[in-house]
Nanobody, 118 residues
Framework: QVQLVESGGGLVQPGGSLRLSCTVS????????MGWYRQALGKQRELVAT???????DYADSVKGRFTISRDNAKRTVTLQMNSLKAEDTAIYYC????????????WGQGTQVTVSS
């Protein structure tokens, strides 16, 4: 059974920093892509940042220059360093992993709340 375990959410002041981590447990044959999405209250889920197994990154325009995604394929972990946080970053952040070789599946974590006070 594949599970995504997230950590690092919390309450921070504007301008502060948080680091989110997500580790994949269970059996799978390959990491195609891992990343983070977020969903603010009353809004749809949106891309924050993703990284492929080969290291290619993709960021939402709203977080470029402030957030950095990294991964350790051996540890099956993806990390999102969030700096210069804004109130607009307040959302539930969900870890995502696209896993598999012959059979590809999309997995989601439970979500972790990030709140940036105004």
């Amino acid at each position: 059974q594949v599970q995504l375990v997230e950590s690092g959410g919390g309450l921070v002041q504007p301008g502060g920093s948080l680091r989110l981590s997500c580790t994949v447990s269970g059996s799978f044959t390959g990491i195609n892509k891992m990343g983070w999405y977020r969903q603010a209250l009353g809004k749809q889920r949106e891309l924050v940042a993703t990284i492929t197994g080969g290291g290619t990154t993709d960021y939402a325009d709203s977080v470029k220059g402030r957030f950095t995604i990294s991964r350790d394929n051996a540890k099956r972990t993806v990390t999102l360093q969030m700096n210069s946080l804004k109130a607009e970053d307040t959302a539930i952040y969900y870890c995502n992993a696209v896993l598999g070789t012959l059979v590809v599946r999309n997995y989601w974590g439970q979500g972790t709340q990030v709140t940036v006070s105004s």
